[in-house]
């Protein structure tokens, strides 16, 4: 009896391997289709005409963000951080960018929606329930690998926030800032400005948000955080009103944020023609100087 | 059992075993995404640069561990003796105790960790520590010796009431009859859930990472960052089981060892 019970307990085993060896002809057969259909679009005169985009959903754009958005990037009507599940606004930096390139690519503002993918989300391998994600992601040869970039849309410089009343508010060259214990966002480019740029003596402190960094400044736990410039000025408007950007740092090749898609989503030809005529027509510096305006600090050497 | 017999269980064991493993390999391996997978997370360059590193941060989680398994086991054992008090004189420490455990029990050791790391030093009281590794390891502390007091109490109560009578009788006092017979019995019989708490530390010790330290996993979210490529993670992953695997032994061995003994003393307790 035991001996049945085991040969039944293989068969079924087999059985199971077999099954999931049958299954996986099936999705090759599904990817065959949409790379066709591209194909086909392709020949077309207009392969960017919204009705022969390959979208997430038919007729629609899919933009993703964070939840909450923050300003310069986003704001609500009253000028809070924007929550993309709620209404849709076209207040904020990447707000306006995203909505101008719906435009070009000829979707009115009502044919846009917003889904929350949070940051870590964006870069995930496998498909992506977005057209798009605007979130302020740095163009990094090594992300290339895992999802596409657009071409930049904001050139970034990173700056150092520290406490107007610390030893550091004053400082004005990378030097002065050697024996600061800074801090950043872990897996950005700021903590790479720290490591490869300041390089200061003490190791740097990483935080899994900016919020985080920025409570251990205030806390006088770490003497700096680094972070992109236009971020620098949302912490020392709202979160650090003690702070202050006390100077920029020199940009580090070309540092840049990009669009983010889905590896080898043919959109993105589409979206980069319609950057570089929003940046030959001047629409995009007008964006700039409208939601990231303010004195600039001085690029420390 | 003959001595086929045993030969026949075995071979089927490891029939069985050798199907199943190889069902799961072509299960996963056949799966319509593992091209992608396996460059993500089993990506030999990334995995040899990871190694580089990580084993590096991972020495503040062995330093975080060590600190605060010293401080928990007495902690601990102080909380589970002062719950341990009779007579309603005690009632106060008793009741102390007891919030302590549900407190401590009950936040999650991620909240602790926040409010302790960011909370305490935002008070901004001259001649505290604002050190985030200081009130990381507190955190800990705290969490875990709240957990392993019920452990030794369970320790504690499991031994038989008889055994303290005996020993008062004996002429023990009462702070005698528990260091000297009580205690000795229930921390012998609470090994195994011990060492269990503490493979539980040794993992929580990640999450001091929150406060801005660079330990094991934070290095490992540094470099997938840096790659696009989550292969650092199953290095951290491999790191921190090969440390614990040593420890799930050596539980293993100590309950063998200890109902080795209790056996040879005839199956007294």
Known sequence: MRKLLTLLFLATLLGVAAGCGGDDDEPAADEATPTGAVDTGAAEPDPCAPEE???VTDGTLTIGTDNPAFPPWFQDAEGAPWDPTTEPTQQGYEAAVAYAVAEELGFSDDEVEWVVVPFAASFRPGPKDFDFDINQISY????????????????VEQAVVVLKNSEFASASSLADLADAKLGAQVGTTSYDAIVNTIQPDQDPSVYDRNDDAVNALRNGQIDGIVVDYPTSLFITAVQAPNATPVGRLPAEGQEYFGLVFEEGNPLRDCVNAAIASLRDSGALDEIAQEWIEGSAPPILE | MTATGRVRSTLIALASTVVFAVVAVLVITNAPGWPAVKQSFFNREVFRESLEVIPEAFVLNVKIFLVAEVFILVVALGIAILRSLPGPVFFPLRALAV????????????LVIYLLGFGVPALQISGVPNDELFWGTVALILVY????????????????????AAARSLGLSQAKALRFVVLPQAVRRVVPPLLNDFIGLQKDTALVALLGPVEAFRQSQIEVASTFNYTPYVVTAIIFILLTIPLARLTDWLVARDRRRQLAAGGAR
């Open chain 1, 53 to 55: 985009l390959t979208l």
């Open chain 2, 145 to 164: 010796s709240a957990y392993v007091s019920e452990v030794y109490r369970a320790g504690i109560e499991s031994v038989h009431p008889s055994q303290e």
């Open chain 2, 99 to 110: 919030v302590y455990a549900d407190l401590f029990r009950g936040v999650p050791t991620i």
């Open chain 1, 140 to 155: 990094v040869p090594a992300r290339d690998e895992a999802v596409d970039f657009s071409d930049s849309y904001y050139d």
